[in-house]
């Protein structure tokens, strides 16, 4: 099934925009859990189990991941695995290089780990992101303007009388199966990309921890459909530190689902 279907799909199901962040972080994990490798797994089942009937798609960053050495890349792939068939796994590792590169990295999100997507940096072109877009089944979210502060230092840059992230926008918006990561404490400049990029589908990280604005991100952000996936990670996740933390995450996960459903209403 299209990444696209299958989003639909979710979105229709649970009646929610949420995408979840499993972002684990050994540091972080409730106390009920030992600070191990081996408890990442079992707080990732925990987290999906309570909130799948809430979401309409997960996102992983690789990072945490990768950073737990051998065995992390093991738990990515069990957690991919854990998660249920109706619902799109986004694989959030920024990748982007040269393109034969960049076939090897579409075969490691898309077949290895049998991800729905991937987000991926435009810095070395269209061109070589074309392996990715070959896999006419998956996805891809072009970082355009991101929620971090180091955003300012390249992505404002004017060029020809737009900021870069609008030159970059342009650059993609006639491909398939492509949509945008749009960061949330970007604000108004959201609109910026909206009207530079057709129905694109938007990727909005930055709710949360990153205090970004809930109704800015989606006055702007959601397509004509009214769609956007909106990012929760830390916020939900690690709503509690004691043995409750799947069903806080839980509850979490509801007050993101039903603060986006009454401001979808209003729009």
Do not use: W
Request: hydrophobic share 40%.
């Amino acid at each position: 099934m299209r990444f696209i279907q299958k989003l639909k799909k979710a979105i229709a199901k649970n009646n929610s925009l949420l995408c979840i962040g499993l972002d684990p972080d050994l540091k972080k994990l409730p106390n009920s859990l030992t600070k191990s490798i081996d408890s990442v797994l079992e707080f990732n089942r925990r987290i999906i189990e309570a909130t799948h009937n809430f979401i309409c798609a997960y996102k992983l960053n690789s990072a945490f991941y990768e950073a737990l050495g051998p065995k992390g890349f093991e738990i990515l792939k069990a957690t991919i695995e854990l998660i249920p068939k109706d619902i799109p796994v986004i694989l959030d590792s920024k990748r982007g290089d040269i393109d034969s590169s960049n076939e090897m990295y579409a075969r490691s999100a898309f077949i290895e780990f049998g991800a729905d997507s991937i987000t991926v940096n435009p810095y070395l072109g269209v061109e070589p992101l074309k392996p990715f877009t070959k896999f006419r089944d998956k996805f891809i979210f072009v970082l355009i303007l991101t929620s971090n502060p180091g955003a300012f230092d390249f992505q404002y840059v004017k060029c020809k009388g737009k900021f870069l992230f609008q030159r970059v926008s342009e650059k993609f918006v006639n491909l398939s199966n492509v949509g945008f990561v749009v960061g949330a404490t970007r604000g108004k400049d959201i609109k910026l990309v909206r009207e530079v990029s057709d129905e694109k589908l938007f990727l909005i990280p930055g709710i949360g921890a990153q205090k970004g604005s809930l109704e800015l991100a989606l006055k702007y952000g959601v397509n004509k459909d009214k769609v956007a996936l909106i990012n929760v990670g830390r916020a939900i996740i690690y709503a509690s530190n004691s043995s409750d933390f799947a069903q806080k995450a839980k509850e979490k996960a509801i007050e993101f689902k039903e603060k986006i459903n009454k401001i979808l209403a209003q729009l």
